[in-house]
């Protein structure tokens, strides 16, 4: 098998994995889970800024959740795309009830052909999804060349100080994480989502995807081109404290499940 062919039916067998957890998505209210609602929204709108007027790109987009959150926010327009063809009709299915004007497409990163390229870049935990620093890289580079000169890229992912044991006190919050040893580039890492369900009841979505340390983003970020990189923490909203407290956040704040990376595309 040539290494096209071996690509390609490896991109089927992703493509496969990411449809059976679209299912679990659309079973669950994942938005509903303190994590979600009270720190990577909070986060994520903050690290965005004043979009008003940008053209966004929003790479791995999943259910679209993120997307329409990003075009409520004032983006003149946004693409989101997905290599699950399930995602992507779960994110259309909402687009029809309620339009924002938001256009999806189903497309693996590692091969995706635009003819725009865009102001702003948002990846919702895209790289985890590499296996390698080889991957990484051709990753970022891939990114790096979908942005407009000046364009800015924000990447939520797994943090790079991720600790083994990110499941013991973190159900609370709706998200668990654990590190497959030994913790090193590209060691899987356990991933649960426990939200409600139709019914109300808590359900899990169990998935894998994989971790990368620090010097590993910073080196394939800047290979790809990027300058001025900047890792800032997630933050929980003034909404997020009042109702649930400070303590209730201690774990989370102390040892984040993720880290939001920006990076700019020099003009």
Not at 53 to 70: M, N, Q, T, W
Not at 125 to 154: H, N, W
Not at 236 to 248: A, D, M, N
Request: proline share 4%.
């Amino acid at each position: 098998m040539c290494l096209k062919q071996h690509e390609t039916e490896m991109n089927k067998d992703k493509q496969s994995y990411f449809d059976k957890i679209a299912h679990g998505y659309k079973a669950l209210s994942t938005d509903l889970t303190p994590i979600r609602s009270y720190s990577e929204v909070y986060t994520l709108l903050k690290r965005i800024g004043d979009i008003n007027g940008k053209e966004v790109l929003h790479v791995a987009c999943s259910d679209g959740y993120f997307s329409r959150l990003i075009k409520q926010a004032g983006a003149k327009s946004l693409l989101g795309v997905d290599l699950s063809p399930n995602m992507i009709a779960i994110a259309e299915q909402h687009e029809k009830k309620s339009p924002l004007g938001i256009t999806y497409q189903v497309a693996d990163v590692f091969s995706m052909e635009l003819d725009s390229r865009f102001d702003i870049l948002f990846s919702s935990f895209a790289m985890s999804y590499a296996t390698t620093r080889d991957q990484l890289l051709k990753m970022c580079v891939i990114l790096y060349e979908r942005l407009k000169p000046g364009g800015k890229l924000i990447s939520m992912n797994d943090h790079p100080e991720l600790k083994i044991d990110c499941e013991t006190g973190y159900q609370k919050y709706g998200k668990t994480k654990r590190i497959i040893p030994p913790v090193q580039d590209g060691a899987n890492i356990e991933v649960t989502w426990i939200a409600p369900d139709e019914n109300n009841k808590l359900s899990e979505i169990k998935f894998k995807c994989h971790y990368f340390t620090r010097d590993a983003f910073i080196d394939a970020l800047t290979r790809a081109g990027f300058v001025d990189i900047k890792f800032n923490s997630p933050e929980v909203s003034p909404e997020g404290l009042e109702l649930f407290g400070e303590s209730y956040w201690t774990t989370f704040l102390s040892n984040p499940l993720l880290i939001f990376i920006e990076a700019q595309k020099p003009y």
